[in-house]
């Protein structure tokens, strides 16, 4: 172990580093773009080395200001310097790759190492890929589901609590938006926290964020929800799940993944932090979805619900269209633009119909409606102007304009529509194409991008109608995006006559 003495640098990095002197380095028996473990008297952090000549003198070490706030550390104070070892958890991420089974207290052993900083980047996508790749029984997805909720922060409501979650996997699926000031406005508690978009072009936080904030504290929660019934949050403020928020910064978003068992410890794990009681489990299903085929979304609403069970939560899973994005509006402005008309009574029936029957659900499993009626009470909500009333309260106490309209929400100022090449109907809309287009044009990181669908599956399009149009806030990726809807063709278009077969000519 090795002290020296701290000087700050003001370079904006994601990660923590440490600037040494190669002088130094070489002295510490340490190579740039290692890891060391750097400690003062009340904090300990891991950084990766940045060796240097001359940005920083021999004898010191640089550490950006967070570093240095987290470290409770003053100017030119000393700090320990040693070699980091590799946590011994580790090796359970590594067996599992010979198909070991993970007891609850290894779960809980890498779940702690993890959310503590002591792992790389390289070896938090190990732990990832070995779920994505291996797999875990339903016991072990229960361990690392408890282990993640008791690591993070939890927020008791001294009341029942109800949420809606969606898995993903479909572009436009912007229903939360609907769903809560539904359930709200019947006076049911439902204060939804969302993911920030993992495999789509924007999460409900995304989309929820063009309209008001979304970043509140546990304790802000606990005071606003019970007065409004509903709220619309981004869970990563509330460190509700650490290790969820990790996992999908550092591997999922940048590999395009989601594990099976992740997901369900992601959702779970963030549910019983927050109290929830009742649930309806969205299940997108269809080519193009993360559950391809019926049989996949049925086998899934059974572990869902099973983990519900152990878990104490009441869960009802719903198997939804999802061979088509949902709606029109594809990215955050546009899909808070189509939350908005659809609130308002313009929107698309399919936003409106999916919305209903998932609040109708949660109607059903507090009372409030029989079943097979929830549906109707809730479009009842939706159309009387009730759901609008509540969703301007909720965005004015979450600090946005209760007044604002579809209009008011700005999309990105550079454009470009498809056209369709020949007559025929639309045959097949691919998400996963849509889904790419979205991002080259900018979203969800640039929440005015995105794609609005002018036709969709069953359309008849003549030829040059319009397809679809693509927005950004930059040329540049506006004509990346259209390269790719030119390259990939997210429709396939086909006459009343698909194919022709023929015997030959007459002998």
Same mark, same amino acid.
């Given at each position: 172990?090795?002290?020296?003495?701290?000087?700050?640098?003001?370079?904006?990095?994601?990660?923590?580093?440490?600037?040494?002197?190669?002088?130094?380095?070489?002295?510490?028996?340490?190579?740039?773009?290692?890891?060391?473990?750097?400690?003062?008297?009340?904090?300990?952090?891991?950084?990766?080395?940045?060796?240097?000549?001359?940005?920083?003198?021999?004898?010191?070490?640089?550490?950006?200001?967070?570093?240095?706030?987290?470290?409770?550390?003053?100017?030119?104070?000393?700090?320990?310097?040693?070699?980091?070892?590799?946590?011994?958890?580790?090796?359970?991420?590594?067996?599992?790759?010979?198909?070991?089974?993970?007891?609850?207290?290894?779960?809980?052993?890498?779940?702690?190492?993890?959310?503590?900083?002591?792992?790389?980047?390289?070896?938090?996508?190990?732990?990832?890929?070995?779920?994505?790749?291996?797999?875990?029984?339903?016991? !072990? $997805?229960?361990?690392? &589901?408890?282990? /993640?909720?008791?690591? *993070?922060? #939890?927020? +008791?409501?001294?009341?029942?609590?109800?949420?809606?979650?969606?898995?993903?996997?479909?572009?436009?699926?912007?229903?939360?938006?609907?769903?809560?000031?539904?359930?709200?406005?019947?006076?049911?508690?439902?204060?939804?926290?969302?993911?920030?978009?993992?495999?789509?072009?924007?999460?409900?936080?995304?989309?929820?964020?063009?309209?008001?904030?979304?970043?509140?504290?546990?304790?802000?929660?606990? !005071? $606003?929800?019970?007065? &409004?019934?509903? /709220?619309?949050?981004? *869970?990563? #403020?509330? +460190?509700?799940?650490?290790?969820?928020?990790?996992?999908?910064?550092?591997?999922?978003?940048?590999?395009?993944?989601?594990?099976?068992?992740?997901?369900?410890?992601?959702?779970?794990?963030?549910?019983?932090?927050?109290?929830?009681?009742?649930?309806?489990?969205?299940?997108?299903?269809?080519?193009?979805?993360?559950?391809?085929?019926?049989?996949?979304?049925?086998?899934?609403?059974?572990?869902?619900? !099973?983990?519900?069970?152990?878990?104490?939560?009441?869960?009802?899973?719903?198997?939804?269209?999802?061979?088509?994005?949902?709606?029109?509006?594809?990215?955050?402005?546009?899909?808070?633009?189509?939350?908005?008309?659809?609130?308002?009574?313009?929107?698309?029936?399919?936003?409106?119909?999916?919305?209903?029957?998932?609040?109708?659900?949660?109607?059903?499993?507090?009372?409030?409606?029989?079943?097979?009626?929830?549906?109707?009470?809730?479009?009842?909500?939706?159309?009387?102007?009730?759901?609008? !009333?509540?969703?301007?309260?909720?965005?004015?106490?979450?600090?946005?304009?209760?007044?604002?309209?579809?209009?008011?929400?700005?999309?990105?100022?550079?454009?470009?529509?498809?056209?369709?090449?020949?007559?025929?109907?639309?045959?097949?809309?691919?998400?996963?194409?849509?889904?790419?287009?979205?991002?080259?044009?900018?979203?969800?990181?640039?929440?005015?991008?995105?794609?609005?669908?002018?036709?969709?599956?069953?359309?008849?399009?003549?030829?040059?109608?319009?397809?679809?149009?693509?927005?950004?806030?930059?040329?540049?990726?506006?004509?990346?995006?259209?390269?790719?809807?030119?390259?990939?063709?997210?429709?396939?278009?086909?006459?009343?006559?698909?194919?022709?077969?023929?015997?030959?000519?007459?002998?």
């Amino acid at each position: 172990m090795t002290s020296l003495k701290t000087k700050k640098f003001d370079l904006n990095t994601e990660r923590d580093f440490a600037l040494i002197n190669s002088q130094t380095l070489s002295n510490l028996k340490m190579k740039h773009s290692s890891y060391i473990k750097v400690k003062s008297d009340s904090a300990e952090i891991m950084c990766e080395i940045i060796a240097t000549e001359n940005l920083i003198e021999p004898e010191l070490i640089g550490l950006k200001e967070s570093s240095i706030k987290l470290l409770n550390i003053k100017k030119d104070q000393k700090v320990s310097v040693y070699a980091r070892r590799k946590p011994a958890s580790l090796e359970h991420v590594k067996n599992k790759r010979i198909g070991s089974v993970w007891k609850e207290n290894q779960i809980r052993s890498i779940v702690n190492d993890i959310c503590s900083g002591q792992y790389t980047d390289l070896e938090i996508s190990m732990f990832t890929l070995a779920q994505f790749y291996k797999g875990l029984n339903m016991d !072990e $997805i229960q361990f690392l &589901t408890s282990s /993640m909720s008791e690591y *993070g922060t #939890t927020i +008791d409501f001294d009341e029942p609590v109800y949420d809606k979650h969606s898995i993903g996997g479909i572009p436009g699926n912007k229903v939360s938006l609907i769903i809560v000031p539904t359930v709200a406005a019947a006076g049911l508690l439902i204060p939804k926290t969302s993911s920030r978009a993992i495999t789509s072009p924007s999460g409900t936080a995304d989309t929820m964020e063009v309209l008001c904030d979304v970043n509140f504290s546990a304790d802000e929660i606990l !005071e $606003i929800a019970p007065k &409004t019934r509903g /709220m619309l949050v981004w *869970g990563g #403020t509330l +460190d509700l799940s650490p290790l969820d928020e990790i996992v999908i910064h550092r591997v999922e978003q940048p590999l395009g993944i989601d594990p099976h068992s992740q997901m369900l410890a992601s959702i779970f794990s963030k549910k019983v932090s927050t109290g929830v009681d009742y649930l309806v489990l969205d299940i997108p299903t269809g080519e193009g979805t993360k559950m391809p085929t019926k049989e996949d979304a049925i086998n899934y609403a059974h572990e869902a619900t !099973e983990l519900g069970r152990r878990l104490g939560i009441q869960i009802e899973g719903a198997l939804s269209y999802g061979e088509q994005p949902l709606g029109k509006a594809i990215g955050p402005a546009l899909e808070a633009r189509e939350a908005l008309n659809v609130i308002m009574g313009k929107g698309p029936t399919s936003v409106f119909e999916k919305s209903a029957e998932l609040a109708g659900i949660l109607f059903e499993m507090a009372g409030l409606a029989q079943p097979g009626q929830g549906a109707s009470l809730a479009s009842d909500y939706i159309e009387k102007g009730k759901t609008k !009333e509540k969703m301007e309260e909720i965005i004015g106490v979450q600090g946005g304009n209760s007044t604002v309209t579809p209009d008011d929400i700005l999309v990105g100022e550079y454009t470009a529509t498809v056209t369709a090449p020949k007559d025929g109907y639309i045959v097949k809309l691919s998400n996963s194409t849509i889904k790419k287009i979205a991002f080259a044009a900018g979203a969800p990181k640039h929440k005015v991008s995105g794609v609005y669908l002018h036709k969709k599956l069953g359309d008849y399009c003549a030829k040059d109608d319009e397809l679809m149009t693509i927005y950004s806030n930059s040329e540049g990726r506006l004509t990346e995006a259209l390269n790719l809807s030119m390259n990939l063709s997210p429709y396939i278009l086909e006459g009343m006559i698909i194919k022709r077969i023929s015997s030959g000519p007459k002998v």
